[in-house]
């Protein structure tokens, strides 16, 4: 899965892979409410053969209540079909810690139960010695959780941190997110934590061997968590624009973070994906419509009104461009919608 540029597919997305690993906040939900077209394009694909395992870097409530929520929302889900940031987070404290290891944890139950679980002994103070701090969020955490955190790792324990975003969405807009707590504890100790969530590709990893497929697909809204992972695990990944990342988000992206399929909502699993091609006088062109470069700055075709195919041409121009060493000019690159 090594190409920079968007791929193509003859047939809908829900047809050729077998496992969609699906964000949670911004893709089949906003907050507490549901997206529109999440719940019967997600049933629909399941139709198809599709599996779904919902990946959140949400470490702070157990599967059983993400599944639970899911369920409210028309998206039939069972715990075993969500995997968190802190299943992640534990997964990676096993890579160097022996079991029955001291683990203090900074953050919600979820995290609590899935270092339990993986065997280690959690403790709440810097006083109990740990040799490790799993921190995670959780909405009720407070200054004296962040020290203890910022003494036991000035101390020697390894930091681990179930994910790094620095904002979360919420139903009254972005708020900050484990990451911005986790800055709070670098900022004290200067020292850089691990990290067990998008974007590194662990909870893909370990989502994909819980299944067994063959063909695994990411969706996700967020450019620098969801798609960065997927580039980073060699997955192909579909950015959807009901979140964080917008269009412009997309076509300005570095080679890192680029999806490999775009659609304005979970739709997109249903539909074919034509692949942008290089036309004459440097219009790259999709679905009928084109885009190119002119002297760096984005030109759009002017064919009516926007929509999904313009924004690939355009992903598709200001790519090539910047690959083949242009500067593209982020004020000619307007605010897209699909």
């Given at each position: 899965?090594?190409?920079?540029?968007?791929?193509?597919?003859?047939?809908?997305?829900?047809?050729?892979?077998?496992?969609?690993?699906?964000?949670?906040?911004?893709?089949?939900?906003?907050?507490?409410?549901?997206?529109?077209?999440?719940?019967?394009?997600?049933?629909?694909?399941?139709?198809?053969?599709?599996?779904?395992?919902?990946?959140?870097?949400?470490?702070?409530?157990?599967?059983?209540?993400?599944?639970?929520?899911?369920?409210?929302?028309?998206?039939?889900?069972?715990?075993?079909?969500?995997?968190?940031?802190?299943?992640?987070?534990?997964?990676?404290?096993?890579?160097?810690?022996?079991?029955?290891?001291?683990?203090?944890?900074?953050?919600?139950?979820?995290?609590?139960t899935a270092v339990t679980a993986a065997g280690f002994e959690v403790v709440t103070s810097a006083e109990d010695a740990p040799v490790a701090?799993?921190?995670?969020?959780?909405?009720?955490?407070?200054?004296?959780?962040?020290?203890?955190?910022?003494?036991?790792?000035?101390?020697?324990?390894?930091?681990?941190?179930?994910?790094?975003?620095?904002?979360?969405?919420?139903?009254?807009?972005?708020?900050?997110?484990?990451?911005?707590?986790?800055?709070?504890?670098?900022?004290?100790?200067?020292?850089?934590?691990?990290?067990?969530?998008?974007?590194?590709?662990?909870?893909?990893?370990?989502?994909?061997?819980?299944?067994?497929?063959?063909?695994?697909?990411?969706?996700?809204?967020?450019?620098?968590?969801?798609?960065?992972?997927?580039?980073?695990?060699?997955?192909?990944?579909?950015?959807?624009?009901?979140?964080?990342?917008?269009?412009?988000?997309?076509?300005?992206?570095?080679?890192?973070?680029?999806?490999?399929?775009?659609?304005?909502?979970?739709?997109?699993?249903?539909?074919?994906?034509?692949?942008?091609?290089?036309?004459?006088?440097?219009?790259?062109?999709?679905?009928?419509?084109?885009?190119?470069?002119?002297?760096?700055?984005?030109?759009?075709?002017?064919?009516?009104?926007?929509?999904?195919?313009?924004?690939?041409?355009?992903?598709?121009?200001?790519?090539?461009?910047?690959?083949?060493?242009?500067?593209?000019?982020?004020?000619?690159?307007?605010?897209?919608?699909?």
């Amino acid at each position: 899965m090594s190409a920079l540029g968007l791929l193509g597919s003859e047939l809908p997305l829900a047809e050729v892979y077998d496992l969609a690993l699906v964000d949670l906040d911004g893709v089949a939900y906003r907050g507490h409410l549901p997206i529109e077209h999440a719940a019967d394009s997600l049933t629909e694909a399941r139709t198809r053969g599709m599996r779904l395992l919902f990946v959140t870097n949400n470490a702070s409530r157990e599967p059983e209540d993400v599944a639970g929520q899911l369920s409210g929302l028309d998206i039939p889900t069972s715990a075993d079909e969500v995997m968190t940031a802190a299943q992640a987070c534990a997964a990676l404290l096993r890579t160097r810690l022996d079991p029955g290891a001291r683990v203090l944890v900074v953050g919600g139950q979820g995290l609590v139960t899935a270092v339990t679980a993986a065997g280690f002994e959690v403790v709440t103070s810097a006083e109990d010695a740990p040799v490790a701090v799993a921190q995670g969020f959780a909405p009720d955490l407070a200054w004296p959780d962040l020290a203890e955190a910022a003494y036991a790792v000035s101390a020697g324990a390894w930091h681990v941190a179930s994910n790094r975003d620095l904002s979360l969405p919420t139903a009254r807009g972005y708020a900050p997110g484990n990451g911005a707590l986790v800055a709070a504890v670098v900022a004290a100790t200067g020292v850089e934590p691990s990290s067990a969530g998008k974007p590194e590709p662990t909870m893909y990893r370990l989502a994909v061997a819980r299944v067994g497929a063959q063909r695994p697909l990411v969706v996700g809204d967020r450019l620098d968590t969801d798609l960065q992972g997927a580039r980073a695990g060699d997955y192909p990944g579909l950015h959807v624009l009901t979140g964080v990342s917008s269009a412009r988000d997309a076509v300005l992206a570095a080679p890192g973070l680029r999806p490999h399929f775009l659609g304005g909502d979970l739709r997109a699993l249903l539909e074919p994906h034509p692949e942008p091609v290089r036309g004459a006088e440097g219009w790259w062109q999709c679905g009928g419509r084109a885009a190119r470069l002119e002297s760096g700055r984005l030109v759009l075709d002017g064919q009516g009104p926007q929509g999904i195919d313009v924004i690939r041409a355009a992903c598709a121009a200001a790519w090539a461009a910047a690959d083949e060493g242009a500067t593209v000019d982020a004020d000619s690159v307007p605010e897209l919608s699909a």
